[in-house]
């Protein structure tokens, strides 16, 4: 225990001292007749400070044991506050999480209602390729759901690429604005054509190349861009995106420009196949 800073001594010293001169002084006024006032004087002088210093270490005591109890209590109603942080924290973000999944089954739903001529299969994205971009992933369908090799597939806005190797319960696709697809597309607004080039680079931008337009063709920013007719192995009429802007090419015989895309590349989780395939329409 530490000593009394007040007096240099141990508190139990002083109790002991205390208590000693205070049976000195009981013992003397009651043996000795007109016990001496100034002895008295003496002792008090000594005995009131010692019951201050006391007093003084008491109180220490109690004021340490309350701060002990209080500490003990407010890390209690810490905890426990911590414990409802969490949990609502817990709560918001399940809350946030089914927010965003139904917000991406609507645009499924309202997907598959813009193109109701086509039959669908839905699928989840299992993986991808490496990189910030879905230009190469699987999804969780395959032969045994009656998925197929250059099946179409959509999701978000629009189309998300082509279907190009299939197992029994997995199936690989390959997006628009992967650097080796090509897709033959229309203008919503105008009978011209023009294809799109997929370029993971200019994707860092969130554009897509779209070149081989007529120089006559009256293509203005803001123009819907769908799968052409003409395409071998897109069915037609599937947004692709929308154009950003287009400008006269040196040959000074078509234009090229660029398009932002219908979908966000960037964060695919549930995709339609369309079982239907191009070679189909034909027969």
Not at 25 to 53: E, H, M, R, W
Not at 96 to 121: F, H, I, M, T, W
Request: aromatic share 6%; with cysteine; proline share 2%.
């Amino acid at each position: 225990m530490k000593k009394n800073k007040k007096f240099g001594i141990k508190p139990k010293v002083l109790i002991f001292i205390l208590t000693l001169l205070c049976i000195v002084n009981l013992i003397l006024s009651v043996t000795v007749k007109n016990y001496a006032k100034p002895f008295k004087a003496a002792l008090s002088v000594i005995v009131v400070p010692l019951q201050d210093g006391v007093n003084h270490v008491g109180s220490w005591f109690v004021s340490k044991s309350d701060m002990v109890k209080s500490v003990n209590k407010l890390t209690k109603e810490n905890k426990q506050l911590q414990e409802k942080v969490d949990k609502l924290s817990e709560e918001n973000s399940l809350l946030s999480q089914n927010k965003y999944e139904l917000e991406r089954l609507r645009q499924l739903y309202a997907l598959d209602g813009d193109y109701s001529q086509y039959k669908k299969v839905g699928a989840t994205v299992i993986g991808k390729d490496t990189g910030n971009w879905f230009h190469i992933f699987t999804i969780n369908k395959g032969s045994d759901d009656g998925i197929a090799v250059d099946m179409n597939v959509i999701s978000g806005g629009g189309l998300v690429g082509i279907v190009y190797d299939v197992g029994k319960n997995y199936a690989k696709v390959r997006s628009v604005i992967d650097d080796e697809s090509k897709v033959s597309v229309a203008f919503v607004n105008a009978t011209d054509t023009g294809i799109v080039s997929g370029d993971l680079k200019l994707m860092e931008q969130g554009i897509l190349n779209i070149t081989e337009i007529d120089k006559n063709a009256e293509v203005k920013e803001g123009d819907s861009v769908v799968t052409s007719q003409i395409s071998d192995k897109f069915l037609p009429g599937i947004l692709v995106g929308y154009v950003n802007q287009v400008q006269p090419d040196s040959n000074d015989l078509t234009q090229s420009g660029t398009i932002l895309p219908a979908v966000d590349f960037q964060h695919i989780n549930e995709v339609l196949v369309i079982t239907q395939l191009k070679e189909d329409l034909k027969d």
